[in-house]
Every structure is written in structure tokens, then in C-alpha cells.
């Protein structure tokens, strides 16, 4: 799938939703940094609430923090931008200056899966899909980036599947798999 195929499919499984009373990127920080209630309104209000594209690059950079913070509403609302963002880190970083906060691992984490099934809880069938696909295209783009590099420094292209980013992709579009079969 190309890049701007993937954005498409991104833009048409989360099309329409909205924030809701889920918790995003500001709150989300103000929650990370134990602000006053007083404190969390006003960042509340920074908050995009009706349309996720809308969600400003540098606000995500920001608040980074705040991926652990979100709840399924946030993260349902969140997430499309979220994929975006890391497709799309190198031009993004050229013309904004920031850099996409760590998606993967936020997709896939072993170390507590009942909070992340909580997270993702919200996510429909397209939804998921567009998580597989994302997952996907990460893959290939790390194998194409690993082959460049063992050809250049002479590794043994097959040490790949050792690699532990390779490792996570692989597990990462695993799970999600598994759970889109019990969709």
C-alpha cells in the first residue's frame, strides 16, 4: 500500500468521529503534569474535540506524554492523527520542526495488556483494519531501510528478523490480527 493509499484508508475508517468526552492531547498533558482542576478546564478547552485532522502537529509533539493518558474515546479520536503524523514525520519535521512521538509501541505493548484492550476497546472493524495496514507499512519500510543499510555495511540481510523492531512489527500486526478475527 502507498503512503497516500494508507492516509486515505486512515481518513475513511476514522471519518466523522469525534472527541466526545474522551481525554486528548492537552488534558492529557495536564494529567501527566498533576495540574489543578482549574488548570485541567483551561487545557480542556485547548483540546480538539469535533475533528481530529484538525489536531495541530506541534500540539502532539507537546504533549507526547499524553498518549498514556488517553482513554478509549481518546484514543479513538486520536489515533487517526497519531498514524498520520508518523507517516508523514520526515516532511513534517522539515517544515514544522517536530517529531512524531513513538506510535508502535503505544499499538503493541506487552507489558499491560488489559489497559491497552481498554484503550483500543472503541475501535471498529475499519478501524482495525487501518491499525493492520499502518502496522504493515512500518514493516516494509524497516525492511526496505534494514536492506539498505546490511548492503552498505555488509551485514547478512537475514539477521533482520533478529532485530527487535522487526520482532515488535511482526507481533504488533499479530495481535492486531487476532483481533480483528474476533471482530
Known sequence: MTKENLIATIHNAFKGVKLEDGISFWEGQGLDDY????MMQKLRQKDERENWDKIPYT???????????????????CLPKLLIF????????????????????MLWSDWNKAYCEERFSL?????IKAVIHFLEYK??????????????????????????????????????????SNF
Not at 86 to 99: A, F, P, Q, S, T
Not at 123 to 127: P, T, V
Request: a negative charge.
Open 35 to 38: 495540574a489543578s482542576e482549574e
Open 59 to 77: 500540539d502532539i509533539a507537546l504533549c507526547n506524554s499524553s498518549l498514556s493518558f488517553f482513554d478509549a474515546k481518546g484514543m479513538r479520536f
Open 86 to 105: 508518523d507517516i508523514l514525520e520526515n516532511k513534517i519535521h522539515k517544515e514544522e520542526g517536530v517529531y512524531a512521538p513513538e506510535v508502535v509501541f
Open 123 to 127: 475501535l471498529n472493524k475499519a478501524q
Open 139 to 180: 514493516l516494509g519500510e524497516f525492511v526496505i531501510d534494514y536492506k539498505k543499510v546490511a548492503e552498505e555495511k555488509g551485514w547478512n540481510f537475514g539477521t533482520m528478523t533478529q532485530h527487535y523492531e522487526y520482532i515488535a512489527l511482526n507481533k504488533a500486526i499479530a495481535y492486531w490480527r487476532q483481533k480483528l
